[in-house]
């Protein structure tokens, strides 16, 4: 059977594409051959299953008022028992959780990823092994966020809380027994400030796919 990842995360795990023009497709989500989840795939190989589970607005705990479903914690069992059984987690979340109008810090944000990665373990999808889980931080958000059109839902301090996660999530990874990376430096776009272009995507898979085998 093959080893099997699951990449939990959000917009920029499911792709989604803020310049059309950047996009093999013109479209606002980009294809199987410009995803970081799908590069890593084929980086990986045959003898690797990665599978996504990406959505636009996800967060790590924090329930938004204005959309529902929207904390992995609220759907990770069903996720990890319909995926099982899991080699490895890679969870990339914390971009949505910066939002004004959810009222938490970057600390708060740390213990939120800290909480889901303890959910996570205590999920029956592991088969033999034990519970194996990265946390990739996101790249922080680019002040290119608060002149686009999205920095207004978005709301105040989101770039100063997301420069700060990388030392909580780390701090998470450490208290969970789970692995760390910094995503910081893959290419974020500067239409939003916040979404992953064409060659960040690119960057991302391969950092991935040379971390990744020596956690398999």
Same mark, same amino acid.
């Given at each position: 059977m093959k080893k099997?990842? !699951?990449c939990l995360g959000d917009s920029n795990t499911h792709g989604y594409c803020a310049d059309p023009a950047d996009c093999a497709d013109g479209g606002i989500r980009f294809n199987e051959d410009e995803r970081w989840t799908c590069l890593l795939q084929k980086a990986l190989g045959e003898g690797v299953l990665v599978t996504e589970e990406g959505l636009s607005g996800r967060t790590t705990v924090f329930q938004d008022p204005l959309h529902e479903s929207m904390d992995a914690l609220g759907v990770l069992y069903a996720l990890l028992k319909s995926h099982e059984f899991l080699d490895l987690l890679i969870i990339m979340l914390g971009t949505n959780d910066t939002k004004e109008r !959810?009222? =938490?810090? =970057?600390?708060?944000?740390g213990i939120g990823m800290e909480r889901l990665v303890r959910k996570a373990r205590s999920v029956d999808c592991w088969g033999t092994r034990e519970p194996n889980i990265l946390i990739v931080c996101p790249p922080p958000i680019l002040p290119e966020m608060e002149l686009a059109e999205c920095g207004l839902p978005m709301g105040r301090g989101c770039i100063e809380k997301s420069l700060e996660l990388p030392k909580y999530y780390q701090k998470a990874a450490q208290l969970t027994g789970a692995h760390f990376m910094d995503a910081a430096g893959c290419e974020f776009n500067r239409l939003d400030g916040m979404h992953l272009t064409r060659r960040g995507h690119a960057q991302l898979a391969q950092r991935l796919a040379e971390a990744v085998p020596g956690l398999l």
């Open positions: 099997h990842i !699951l !959810l009222g =938490a810090n =970057a600390s708060c944000i």
